[in-house]
Every structure is written in structure tokens, then in C-alpha cells.
């Protein structure tokens, strides 16, 4: 069936835009974003740093009036973009309809980043959910694993196709979309170091962890930064399970990881995703997190939980 994206302006909107060269994707992002301008919406675009320069040289005086991201910047992490890119411009103009394109996957991706852009695109649904937004995600369909575009399907109420604009019969519910991509983890290599997380470990586990990333060539504010994240994680791990748990440190040619296990488990798929009110107390952990490392993988089922944080060295 064909739609106009534009037709449910009292709700969240959020078509994928399936395009194979540059001209096509100029086609699709341009009347998209000129008609928000059009409308006094305010207007974001999120989107790789070579595809951003296309728009913005496109749009020429009208760049000024468009918040513009280098998304393989903003959203290197996919598990901040909900959270510091998308609801972060929703909030900046609360009680106005925003028109965002965010393009989360592009061919530069790998497949240990891909769960968590899955994720992310359907977990957009649930965040959303209610607001008066429209997300517009271009996909290449000729870079990017078919199996990736099938994932588009399900994970976008709609698509389009050059001008023709159809609901997505494959589109499935976003938690349980997610939840089939909470996908179990490879053991760490031999090589790794380990730790007991437990509360006499603390002070050793950030030294631990310092040593490795400077030794790792990271520079110190990236050091500080994971630092700061295992440790978060550590405390929690202490505070809300009774077994403790264990930390991993190891390398590989372009990035240093630490995987924490313990026996809790996160029940909430956006645990992570979402700001934190100013007056609830703690449940900031992941949300750091997210926002201080390159990536964030989970696997966590009840009973046992094991969060891989990946810095790029």
C-alpha cells in the first residue's frame, strides 16, 4: 500500500529510504528536508561524514538552517545516538513536530557493530513511540548485506523507494526485534587478562585498566574516559549481585576491549538509551557508559549479563 510519509502528523514517523547512488539519496534526503523547512519544523540531519557534505553543499543558503552531524562522529556508538543525537534535538524543541534523517548504517559498519545498529533501529520505535517526530534512515542498497536491508524492513514501519512510499510488511515489534539480537558473546582470548570484580577489587580494577589503555596507545582522556566506564560498571556489578563477577582486558590490531560479566541481568532493552530525569536517582550507569566508548555489546539473559566495551586504539 502506498502512503505519504507526511500523513500521520500527529505521530512518530519513521520510514527507511532505500537508495542505490549518490543521486538517489539526494532525491530522498533534500524534498524530505526542505519540506520540514517548509513546514517551520525544525530540522536535523545525522549522517556519515561524506554523505553529509553532499547535503549540506546541496542545500546551499538553507545548510544554515539545518543541525547538521557527522554521524560515524556523533553516533560511532550506536547505543548514544537514542539518547545524545535523536531525543537530545527532540528535547532542544519540545512541543514542536522534528524531522530528522539519521543514517546509523552505512557500508563502513562492521558485523561486530551491526547488532547494536539493529538494535538501535528498532529500539528507535519504542522511544519514539507517541512523539511528534519523523526519522527518515537512508540504507545503500548497493553497499550494504542484504541481510542488513531484510533487518531494515522489519525495523521500519515503512519504505521508500525512490517516490513511492510503502508500509512494510515485514515491520515487527521493536522489542522483540531487538531482543533477537541480544546475541551471546565469543569467549575472551587466552591472552586476557582477568580480574574478581568485588569490592576490595575497585582501586586494582582502575589501575588495571588504565595500564592497559595507555599501554594500549590511547591518548589520556580516553583512558580516563573507559577508565571511568569499567568502573561504573564494576560498582554495579558489586551493588546489584551477590556473586561479584569478572573482568576481561585484551587488544587486537585496531581496538582495546573490556568485557564485564556478573549473574544480573537487564530486563529493560532501553536500559542505556534513554535521559535519565535530573530527579530519579542513579540508573546513569549504562547511559555513561554509552556515551564514553566506541562501542557497547550486550548479552544478557537471567542470570547472567556480559557488556564488551570496545575503545578504538
Not at 82 to 107: M, N, Q, S, T, Y
Not at 153 to 173: C, L, N
Not at 190 to 213: C, F, G, M, N, P
Request: net charge neutral; glycine share 8%.
Amino acid at each position: 500500500m502506498s502512503i505519504s510519509v507526511a500523513t500521520r502528523i500527529d505521530s512518530f514517523v519513521h520510514p527507511a529510504l532505500f537508495y542505490a547512488d549518490q543521486e538517489e539519496y539526494l532525491a530522498g534526503t533534500l524534498p524530505f528536508i526542505r519540506a520540514g523547512l517548509a513546514a517551520d519544523e525544525p530540522v536535523m540531519v545525522a549522517v556519515p561524514g561524506d554523505s553529509l557534505e553532499h547535503i549540506r553543499a546541496a542545500l546551499g543558503a538553507d545548510a544554515g538552517r539545518v543541525q547538521l552531524h557527522d554521524m560515524s562522529v556523533a553516533g560511532r556508538n550506536p547505543g548514544r545516538i537514542i539518547p545524545g543525537v535523536l531525543l537530545a534535538f527532540a528535547a532542544a524543541h519540545a512541543g514542536k513536530r522534528v524531522r530528522i534523517i539519521g543514517e546509523p548504517i552505512w557500508a563502513g559498519r562492521t558485523a561486530t557493530e551491526y547488532p547494536a545498529c539493529a538494535q538501535h533501529e528498532a529500539l528507535i520505535n519504542a522511544a519514539f513511540a507517541g512523539r511528534q517526530a519523523t526519522i527518515l534512515c537512508p540504507y545503500h542498497t548497493g553497499h550494504l548485506d542484504r541481510r542488513w536491508l531484510d533487518d531494515a524492513r522489519r525495523t521500519h514501519p515503512v519504505v521508500q523507494m525512490g517516490s513511492a512510499v510503502r508500509v512494510s510488511p515485514h515491520y515487527a515489534d521493536p522489542i522483540a526485534v531487538a531482543a533477537g539480537f541480544n546475541l551471546p558473546l565469543e569467549d575472551p582470548p587466552a591472552q586476557a587478562i582477568t580480574v574478581t570484580i568485588d569490592l576490595q577489587a575497585l582501586s586494582v580494577i582502575r589501575r588495571v585498566v588504565a595500564a592497559e589503555a595507555t599501554a594500549a596507545g590511547l591518548s589520556p582522556d580516553r583512558v580516563s574516559d573507559l577508565t571511568l566506564a569499567v568502573s561504573e560498571l564494576a560498582a554495579n556489578t558489586i551493588k546489584h549481585t551477590a556473586a561479584g563477577g569478572t573482568l576481561a582486558i585484551w587488544t587486537d590490531d585496531t581496538r582495546l576491549i573490556c568485557q564485564l560479566t556478573d549473574t544480573g541481568h537487564i530486563a529493560n532493552p532501553l536500559a542505556g538509551r534513554l535521559p535519565v530525569p535530573p530527579q530519579q536517582p542513579g540508573s546513569r550507569g549504562l547511559l555513561l557508559v554509552n556515551q564514553l566508548c566506541d562501542l557497547v555489546r550486550i548479552h544478557t539473559v537471567p542470570g547472567a549479563t556480559t557488556i564488551r566495551l570496545h575503545m578504538h586504539r
